[in-house]
């Protein structure tokens, strides 16, 4: 070998031998010159380096610096294929060298990606193995724009952030390196080197599409196999539908304590397939929505404060895991809903925050980038490359894992720069208002974006004011969600619920007001995972009175949420009343189903779903004024409600009685639109649900005798605290 006068530049040896060179490309692997090409490579640990070609033959490169850095002549033109062995204290190894291969970004991705419309950048970004010229390998890519350096490091270079320096792409600040010979399951982070300062901590990848199972916080290498899919027939079911007008009633679910395995551990997601899924099958609810389960690193926070948005926690299983169970629940005809959080990000060292030395995906703005209800960061929504992240973040699901829905948290947060904030702690939009909209943008970007690509699924708004039209058209000049979790209905009805009967008289309104704004959006009528902890106690819990008392209630009060207008939601454990409140650290309680009133609470919630999904008057209007009417609205002495609901002109309908008292009152008057038999569908004091048995014989008839502005009325048995549906069938005669 014969020194060149091209060797590099010892300024150039040093920063790639120190881990601060910001283009190693530019030094190592080989690089044309006169007669063939110089060849150089950074081998720590090693005192002889041979390139092994692929003819057999061979060329020694000589140690410069005695720092593991190498170089030599090669009468070859670049490129070529070459290995490369080191001889040192600790053995012999060998490599493909990674600064042999040449980019697989290109233009595209860097114009889309500053642009903010890369759609198909999460099959860019993060950790992919495939075969790049010719060699199978993973190819790793991640934006750090303000960063010096940026290096792949994992077990396969002992973490040395010196071994595996990334090339990084001007125009948009993305880096990229391939590794020959990586595999799939390889733990990995990125190691930056920021412009001005340290080493940061070690980076887990934000486009990361598996992780390690807390305490540890490396991005796992995923697996490329192909899953199977059977759900066909279901999703182009789903695209045909019209959820406003189809029964929805969701199950609302904490996987990690639905059912806890052995010695208190986390479920599989095949067990939960094996568990949850037919359970919720057979109690008649339409979908599943799951807390998050991006991967996050602190069990307390259920979710909420994930650092992994494309990684499916690693706590019940692998990716392919949580694939298996969406597929098995659209075979059981369930729909799956994911908790989604774009509103903040936690600061972990390994997470997001500062990610390349400064603000990056959080705004630079503390009045704008952090959250101080819970001490986290706040995305810069009005940044294209954030705002494209999450928007892909987003279409993942919906493309990889075939979910049906995304459940948006916290959107009120987003939608206000004065939210949970002081005078003088922040600062109005450009038109002077407290109006966020770069997040009002974002969040119409990706409404419009889901329903265009996957239609008939769902996007559901968690926002707890009164901002006008959250589900309504973006071209209307709204949000674009499907729907919006009604806050308001849930509070002033478990406000009304938890008083004592003798005292409801005076807050019968609580239950009427909803009324009044039920159609201004097409509504979700949840009672959520956060009206069960905090010291808020179960459900079942906030009702008054003995255990006889507090169970009737709750059959009420679910039977008069059943036939409200709105579509229904249910936290888990409350459909059989779990008496505890929840914990994420334990299973539910399912020992309480042995016991009656229990057993009955269950049974119900079965019942009043399959009533809710059968008869079209009680779901096909839950958005429109059409399909709701009083019949009693007024009497608050006695704490009976009554209403209609209706669905098309060919559907009968069904007339729904709530008296709040203990009192039965048996021989109580209602109007009623029609005469003829009005069969009792539903009377939640029967005694399989663990009530007295006070009804109506199976039907009340209605005769033709006016009554509260109804062309005809019926005397019926109002059971105390207890509620009955009546279902219109003109045709039929009264049994004596």
Same mark, same amino acid.
């Given at each position: ?124 970004? *993060? ?80 486009? *990361? ?61 095949? !067990? ?258 956060? !009206? ?33 207008? *709105? ?170």
């Amino acid at each position: 070998m014969t020194i060149r006068p091209n060797w590099a530049p010892d300024a150039d040896v040093e920063a790639i031998v120190a881990g601060r060179h910001p283009n190693p490309f530019s030094v190592l692997g080989p690089h044309a010159c006169p007669g063939g090409a110089a060849l150089r490579a950074f081998a720590p640990g090693a005192r002889r380096l041979t390139a092994l070609f692929a003819d057999g033959e061979q060329a020694a490169l000589e140690a410069r610096g005695g720092e593991g850095f190498f170089e030599g002549f090669v009468a070859r033109r670049p490129p070529f294929a070459y290995r490369f062995l080191a001889e040192g204290e600790a053995g012999s190894w060998d490599w493909d060298d990674p600064y042999r291969f040449g980019p697989i970004l290109g233009e595209m991705d860097d114009h889309l990606l500053v642009e903010g419309a890369h759609l198909e950048l999460y099959r860019r970004l *993060g950790a992919h193995h495939m075969t790049h010229e010719g060699v199978e390998g993973v190819h790793f890519s991640v934006w750090a724009p303000h960063a010096k350096r940026v290096s792949v490091v994992g077990e396969f270079n002992q973490w040395d952030g010196r071994r595996h320096p990334m090339r990084k792409r001007i125009d948009s600040g993305l880096w990229e390196i391939f590794l020959p010979g990586a595999a799939e399951g390889a733990l990995y982070k990125y190691e930056i080197l920021p412009a001005s300062s340290a080493v940061l901590p070690l980076k887990a990848d934000p486009f *990361g599409q598996e992780a390690q199972l807390r305490p540890s916080t490396a991005s796992v290498v995923a697996s490329t196999k192909a899953f199977r899919w059977t759900d066909a027939a279901f999703l182009a079911a789903r695209g045909k539908s019209d959820p406003r007008r189809a029964p929805l009633s969701i199950y609302e679910v904490h996987l990690g304590s639905w059912r806890r395995g052995e010695g208190n551990r986390f479920p599989t997601y095949d !067990e939960l397939a094996d568990s949850l899924i037919p359970y919720a099958r057979e109690q008649g609810f339409t979908h599943l929505e799951l807390l998050p389960v991006s991967e996050h690193p602190l069990d307390a926070s259920w979710g909420y404060q994930p650092i992994g948005l494309f990684a499916p926690t690693s706590r019940f299983g692998e990716a392919e895991g949580f694939k298996r169970f969406v597929d098995r629940a659209h075979a059981e005809g369930l729909g799956v809903i994911l908790d989604w959080v774009p509103a903040h990000f936690p600061t972990d060292e390994h997470g997001l925050a500062w990610f390349d030395g400064g603000p990056l995906y959080e705004h630079a703005d503390p009045q704008r980038g952090f959250q101080p209800d819970w001490n986290t960061a706040i995305y810069d929504f009005g940044r294209s490359e954030v705002a494209n992240f999450l928007a892909v973040n987003a279409l993942y699901w919906f493309e990889q894992f075939h979910i049906d829905g995304l459940r948006v948290d916290a959107v009120a947060s987003m939608l206000y720069l004065d939210y949970s904030r002081k005078e003088g702690e922040w600062s109005p939009n450009v038109h002077g208002g407290k109006e966020n909209l770069e997040a009002i943008a974002f969040l119409q970007k990706v409404n419009t974006l889901v329903y265009e690509r996957y239609p008939g699924t769902l996007m559901i708004a968690e926002e707890s004011t009164s901002w006008p039209g959250v589900s309504q058209p973006v071209h209307a000049g709204g949000l674009g969600f499907g729907f919006k979790w009604n806050m308001g209905w849930m509070n002033d009805t478990l406000r009304y619920i938890a008083q004592d009967p003798i005292f409801r008289r005076w807050s019968h309104d609580r239950l009427t007001f909803g009324l009044l704004y039920a159609f201004a959006e097409n509504f979700v009528l949840p009672i959520s995972h956060d !009206e069960v902890v905090h010291g808020k106690g179960s459900l079942i819990g906030k009702m008054p009175g003995d255990e006889w008392r507090k169970f009737a209630n709750a059959r009420a009060y679910f039977a008069f949420m059943w036939a409200h207008p *709105g579509k229904k939601l249910l936290f888990m454990g409350q459909d059989f009343g779990q008496t505890r409140e929840w914990s994420e650290d334990r299973s539910l309680d399912w020992d309480l189903l042995q016991y009656p009133p229990h057993a009955g609470l269950s049974l119900l919630v079965r019942d009043l779903n399959h009533l809710y999904r059968k008869h079209a008057a009680l779901h096909a209007r839950d958005c429109e004024a059409e399909g709701f009417q009083w019949l009693v609205v007024d009497d608050s002495d006695a704490s009976v409600f009554a209403w209609l609901r209706r669905g098309g002109h060919d559907d009968p309908a069904v007339a729904i009685l709530v008296n709040f008292t203990p009192v039965p009152r048996p021989d109580y008057r209602i109007g009623l639109p029609a005469p003829g038999r009005w069969r009792e569908i539903l009377n939640t004091d029967a005694q399989i649900y663990g009530g007295g048995g006070l009804g109506n014989l199976g039907a009340v008839e209605a005769v033709a005798e006016p009554h509260n502005g109804q062309p005809a009325s019926a005397r019926v048995m109002a059971p105390p605290l207890g509620a009955i549906y009546l279902l219109y069938e003109p045709d039929a005669k009264l049994e004596t």
